[in-house]
DNA sequence: GATGAATGAGAATTCATTCAT
DNA sequence: TATGAATGAATTCTCATTCAT
């Protein structure tokens, strides 16, 4: 094995521990997460993670940031340049979509953050949301002034649209595990991520335009 | 007060442990329950528990195998009664927003279940699930050879259905945990469930509907 | 084994439970105190000592308050009834001593606390440190002007006093494990304690008396 | 910043991982005392600290030997140098208090010590105890015999100096973070050192002397 | 039917110590 | 000489579950 430098070492195990970290998280949850497994995975020892600066909670609250950060940094700089509401509708599913696509652990976590009412949510990740939800509801009001939008509830297009891309998601990675299920109902499942999105954003924007 | 018989009793004890338990793995999820709590709330001694419902797994699958059977037991009745696929699709929509309403309990399990890969989702439970997902399927074959429906992949509209439903339900809990949300925002956030259902109703059925 | 009633067996596991800590914790000190050890030698399970309500500052806590309020609460009446601050000095002191006589342990977790600053000390503790410097001091000034008592400082005395007796308690009880003791020192030791407050009690009387 | 010599380096290094050692101890107790602590406050990295001094038992052992040995080797020469038993009991106190007020953490360190039962005193140092009583032994033989004492133990008015002189020397640097203390008491406790010495070896003189 | 007492098997976290550079 | 990286072995505390009454 090559030799590499202290420094390199470090931050390698320091991904390593990530990368275990969100894997474990995103399968069995905060409460389900034990430290030993993330350990394990990351095949570092037990103190390791802690040497490193995290307990359990830093450790949620890093990727958990990490991710908000920069899909919000994603969609607040799209977003911004699009012109006109469908395009930056376009703009927003597509970017919530890569950051699923990138991130596959995302949805779990976000699923069950939802369920639990944020509570491992570190706040800064609560003030993402606040600021997504703001972006949505711009859009939504720009297009019924100007563009061709309906009037429609922006909270409950959007919870369809993370809805759909989230538990699709979950969906795909679920259904090998559930026996029984049709062939035809396996191909429709089968669908790529980014199809998804596309599907997503077609049935949207049906939904919301002006006839 | 009245005396009441043993088997009121005995009944009144389960009724009281299901509805903790229903709470507490609502607000915490499998994992983060704890027996004492649920205990707790039912007011009565933990070891109760074990001796009326059996340990934590088979308390969870009473719960879930509950809702399951009761909402999939009226959305095969009712849909298959419905006239048309458009009036199955508003049936189905419903049946599913009712269940959410009459158990506010549910969205969180649910998402937890689709989060972890349905680890503690009895099988029985899974089989439901494939049904709900073959009803979908054949009202949408339906509605696009006979009906006036353009041609979509149904387990992307489910999950938008069931993603909306779900999410939006979570996010009216999570609210007001939430600081910094603008006015504007709560209001919207406010709507309520029927009219959450007539929405994503609306939405759902112009999205697909045919020009 | 003769049966006993549940509250029996409750009694006497937490009367268990603190004998062991109190042996523990004059063993090795709150630090190095281990709840395995405790538990083991009460002969319960560790999560028995949680069970019933202490975690290990608790313990500590319940422990040190017991006995300071006991001893207080001896020394304020009978030194309020002694006779003139000769007497109640001879009271004060034979208490003190009766403490340790009754509680063997007290010595070691005293000298702990004095080590260590009154870190782990409970405050309530700490008010009867203030009191019983109050008493002695009370005493010294009655003594000085009425009674026969030369001026001197009854901080110091205090702290001879309670050394003495704290000291050669543990004098007592180390000194098997010192190799090369002579035998003249050995018998010197063996004094009994009460004897021991008898002969303090004379040096400090001797010690204030005016001429 | 004139460069100065490894050897200097060292020493220097040296030195300063046993003044931090020093401190904690005293603060905490051998087995409250965490190495990262005493690397952080000598400003040296952890393993330094082994690459030195050895491990926590050899850091302590060595902190205790040198003022056991320094201490023992003064009141050998000077006692012996004493002019009769009174001359040399005032030589005893005087050197003890001196090792006190020179080395600040002794105080902390014995009595955790004589409460822990010498566990972690090295054998060295409990040989140096022995040679110490045997001095105060001699002393009062001497004393009895030829001088003007009455007959006494001499253990006793041992722990009652030590006592004193250690326990006044806790109780001063505890007196801050005792609340409710009235002025009068604070102001007996303000006494210094070689005031506390002065006034021990009065009162011990008066109470060993024969009238 | 109901419950207080009790416990085995973990869980997160800490810490003295060693390794590699 | 000096140090950052890494770890094995505890340690406190928790929790689902069983037992005895």
Known sequence: MAKRSLKERKADTIRRINEAAKEVFAEVGFEGARIDE?????????AMIYYRGGDKVSLYAGIIHEVFSETLGRIVKEVGEGKGPE???????HNLSMTVEKHPYVPS???RELASGATNL??????????????ITEIFEEGAKRGGFR???PLIVHTMIVGGILLFSRLQSVSPKIGGLPKRTKELIGTDSKDVADRVTELVLRAVRRD
């Open 87 to 93: 395009d930056k509708l376009r703009t927003y599913i």
């Open 38 to 46: 993330i350990a394990k995975r990351a095949g570092v020892n037990k």
């Open 122 to 135: 570190p706040s800064i990740a609560q003030k993402d949301i606040v600021r997504l939800l703001g972006i």
């Open 109 to 111: 976590i976000m699923l």
């Open 151 to 153: 009037r429609a509830n």
